[in-house]
């Protein structure tokens, strides 16, 4: 059973055309496990309805910014706006910010 359907902005595209194919399926299997079992480990919350999905790899630590669209009642989407590697212990707050304007785009533009 799946919790969600995932879905990619074009900006969540180009971050994961940057990385080498190893990260690329690291992040494509914790987003796979996310949607399967709604883990808070790997979907966690951040704030403004922005959420993060968490990927730890070759000691690195990615993160693919992410909201929830419930327009559609039968489909229930995650829609990643865009990623980046963490370099410090908190989410920088520009890329909190960046997520809520893509956010704020995306919901425009299907209205």
Not at 55 to 68: D, E, P, S, V
Not at 70 to 89: C, E, I, P, R
């Amino acid at each position: 059973m799946r919790y969600f359907e995932t879905v990619f902005l074009k900006e969540a595209h180009e971050f994961i055309a940057t990385l080498d194919s190893k990260t690329v399926k690291k992040i494509f299997y914790v987003i796979d496990l996310a949607e399967q079992t709604n883990d808070p480990k790997l979907l966690k919350k951040l704030r403004m309805n922005i959420w993060e999905f968490r990927t730890a790899y070759a000691g690195q630590q990615i993160r693919m910014l992410a909201f929830w669209d419930k327009t559609d009642s039968n489909n229930t989407l995650v829609v990643a706006t865009h990623g980046f590697v963490k370099k410090t212990n908190r989410v920088g707050e520009k890329e909190i910010e960046r997520a809520v304007r893509l956010r704020a785009k995306y919901f425009n533009n299907i209205t």
